[in-house]
C-alpha cells in the first residue's frame, strides 16, 4: 500500500527544503527529501531507487514522520544513550559490596561488576550493563584496590599497650625522651621496583649473585625526629644492646628513656633483660602484636629502601652502607626533611 500523505503546509514545505540544503547529516536530509517526494505523488518504489533505500526503510521514515511529525526525522544523538543513576541503584550497590558474594550464593571471592549488574537487575528489576557498574563505582568513592592481609589472632592486650604508649607520647621531654625502635636489614642484592621507563623497554638491574647483609638498629625521637643507628654483621641481641649503649651516652642526663618496640625476640632475650637490669632508667613498651603501623620508624624505614636500596647499583656493600649513612644523617629531622630530594 502506498503511502497517503496529504499535500505538506508551505511552511512544512519550506523546513524540510531548508534541512535538505543546511544540515550536515546526511541521513536526516535523506529522510526529509523523502518525505518531500512522497508528498509529490511519487510511488515509495521510485522514492526508493532514488534515494539509494530499501522499500521497507521508506514505509519506516513515513510511519515515524506521520507518528512524530518533523522530529521524527531527526537522527538520534550518538553513542549510548545516557544512564542516570538513582538513589535506590547507589544504596543496593552500597549494601552488596558491603557483603560477600558467597552470601548471595556465587563462587567467586571477589565482586565484579557484571556480578553486581545481576544482583541489582535480580533485586530491583533494573536492567543496567556492567559497563555502567564500572563507570559508576567510581563516583561513588569505590576503588578497585589491594587488599591489606591481616592475622585473625589479636592481642588480648591491645587496648592497655596502645594507652601505655599513649600516655608516655603525651610526656615525652628532653628529661623523659620517648623513642621508636626497630630494626632493618640492608642486602647488596637490590630490592626491585617501579621506575620510568620507555614504553616496550624494560631496566635491567645488575644483582651481584651472592647476597651481601648488613643490620640497622634504629631509635626515632618522637618528639625532635632526631635518628641514633648502629650496625652489625648479625641481627641479634648484641645489635639491640648497641643501640641501648648508644642512647645512653647520647642522652646522658635523661631520668628516663622510654623505647617503643615491637615483639622481636631480641627485644625480649636474656642478654637484653640482663643489661636493662643494671640501666633501670631504660623503659621498654611494648607495641600490640601485628600492628606495625604503630611504630613510626617503619615510615623511615621505607624512605631508605625507597631512596637507597631499591634498584640500586651499587657493586660492593661498603659502598651501599655509606650511602645508607649519607641517608640517615640527611633525614633528620624525620619526617621533616624531603628524603627524596636529598643530595650527596
Request: charged share 25%.
Amino acid at each position: 500500500m502506498e503511502p497517503s500523505i496529504p499535500s505538506l503546509p508551505r511552511a512544512a514545505r519550506r523546513r524540510l527544503m531548508r534541512v535538505v540544503h543546511k544540515t550536515r547529516d546526511k541521513d536526516h536530509a535523506r529522510r526529509a527529501l523523502a518525505i518531500l517526494q512522497l508528498a509529490e505523488g511519487l510511488p515509495v518504489s521510485e522514492v526508493a531507487r532514488r534515494l539509494c533505500a530499501a522499500r521497507s526503510t521508506v514505509y519506516r521514515w513515513w510511519g515515524r514522520f506521520e507518528c512524530e511529525g518533523e522530529r521524527g526525522l531527526e537522527s538520534p544523538p550518538p553513542g549510548r544513550a545516557p544512564w542516570t543513576l538513582t538513589p535506590a541503584v547507589a544504596e543496593r550497590l552500597g549494601e552488596l559490596l558491603r557483603e560477600r558474594p558467597r552470601v548471595f550464593g556465587y563462587l567467586r571471592s571477589r565482586w565484579t561488576s557484571q556480578m553486581l549488574a545481576r544482583e541489582i537487575t535480580v533485586q530491583l528489576g533494573v536492567l543496567i550493563h556492567s559497563s555502567t557498574v564500572r563507570r559508576w563505582l567510581p563516583r561513588l568513592g569505590f576503588r578497585w584496590r589491594r587488599a591489606r592481609p591481616t592475622l585473625c589472632k589479636r592481642d588480648p592486650a591491645k587496648a592497655e599497650k596502645l594507652t601505655a604508649i599513649a600516655q608516655a607520647l603525651a610526656r615525652a621531654s628532653g628529661r623523659e625522651p620517648v623513642f621508636y625502635v626497630d630494626e632493618a636489614d640492608v642486602d647488596l642484592n637490590p630490592r626491585i621496583g617501579a621506575a620510568w621507563m620507555r614504553r616496550g623497554q624494560q631496566t635491567a638491574i645488575a644483582t651481584p649473585g651472592t647476597n651481601q647483609k648488613r643490620y640497622l638498629a634504629g631509635a626515632l625521637d618522637a618528639r625532635t625526629g632526631a635518628v641514633l643507628w648502629t650496625e652489625a654483621l648479625s641481627k641479634g641481641s648484641e645489635l639491640f644492646v648497641s643501640l641501648l649503649r648508644e642512647l645512653r651516652g647520647t642522652y646522658r642526663s635523661a631520668r628516663r628513656i622510654v623505647l617503643i618496640v615491637d615483639n622481636y625476640i631480641i627485644h625480649r632475650s636474656q642478654a637484653t633483660r640482663r643489661w636493662l637490669a643494671q640501666n633501670p632508667k631504660f623503659e621498654l613498651l611494648f607495641q600490640p602484636v601485628y600492628h606495625p603501623w604503630v611504630n613510626r620508624i617503619e615510615r623511615l624505614w621505607k624512605q631508605l629502601h625507597e631512596n637507597i636500596t631499591r634498584n640500586h647499583c651499587y657493586p660492593k656493600l661498603d659502598s651501599l652502607m655509606q650511602a645508607v649513612r649519607t641517608f640517615l644523617h640527611v633525614v633528620q629531622p624525620f619526617p621533616g626533611s624531603a628524603p627524596a630530594l636529598a643530595k650527596v
